[in-house]
């Protein structure tokens, strides 16, 4: 049974960094989906981004200033976060399923964190 932490979550000022974790216990595939997601106040879960073995995917408004990585051997996958902007409030989430497609479907992702909550103040 995989189970996922995140952690890194905090208050922030407009423009500047943050890293974010995402911790797994139990035995995850190398080649398998990571992801972030991420929930602002009143709207949809939206997809931030996705890594597997080979490849990584971001929605586009995050691109070139959001980076996924992720460390096999110690299970863990990080979200770089440069340039904050105060949109990119919400409580973020990684998850991960059984596929390698990068898919930005939340519902074919099946094991999922508690949420790490990122605030940025204007």
């Known amino acids: 049974q995989v189970q996922l932490v995140e952690s890194g979550g905090a208050l922030v000022e407009a423009g500047g960094s943050l890293t974010l974790s995402c911790a797994a216990s139990g035995r995850i595939f190398s080649k398998f989906a990571m992801a972030w997601f991420r929930q602002a106040p009143g709207k949809e879960l939206a997809f931030v981004g996705a890594?597997?073995?080979?490849?990584?995917d971001y929605r586009d408004s995050v691109k070139g200033r959001f980076t996924i990585s992720r460390d096999n051997a110690k299970n863990i996958m990080t979200l770089q976060m440069n340039s904050l902007k105060p949109e990119d409030t919400a409580l973020y989430y990684c998850?991960?399923?059984?596929?390698?497609?990068?898919?930005?479907?939340?519902?074919?992702?099946?094991?999922w964190g508690q949420g790490t909550q990122v605030t940025v103040s204007s």
């Open positions: 890594i597997n073995s080979e490849t990584t």
């Open positions: 998850a991960t399923g059984t596929h390698y497609e990068l898919y930005r479907d939340s519902t074919l992702y099946d094991t």
